[in-house]
């Protein structure tokens, strides 16, 4: 079993910049993949980032450039660092993990980009 716990979301002016956390317990150690989603009001959950545990990232395209992925796999963490916000970055943001073939959530973290 894995519990994650995001933290970090707030309200920030276009253009701001803002760091999530998520935290990791339980057995983290079978954690391979740890990701960033995001949903906005109306919209389908989407991947946002991603980092293995070896440390290889992927990033959609609509965040390429702006947002920075990273993890302390010995603390079980995994970050979002955000830059240069858009309002459209406006959304719920989840922290997910992939650990022993089963998927795990957060509760999420508000993020809110005004213009």
């Known amino acids: 079993q894995v519990q994650l716990v995001e933290s970090g979301g707030g309200l920030v002016q276009a253009g701001g910049s803002l760091r999530l956390s998520c935290a990791a317990s339980?057995?983290?150690?079978?954690?391979?993949?740890l990701a960033w989603y995001r949903q906005a009001p109306e919209k389908e959950r989407e991947l946002v980032a991603s980092?293995?545990?070896?440390?290889?990232?992927n990033y959609e395209d609509f965040v390429k450039g702006r947002f920075i992925i990273s993890r302390d796999n010995d603390k079980g963490t995994v970050y979002l660092q955000m830059n240069s916000l858009k309002p459209e970055d406006t959304a719920v943001y989840y922290c997910a993990a992939a650990a022993s073939l089963r998927d795990y959530w957060g509760q999420g973290t508000q993020v809110t980009v005004s213009s």
């Open positions: 980092i293995t545990k070896y440390g290889r990232t």
């Open positions: 339980g057995n983290i150690v079978s954690i391979s993949v």
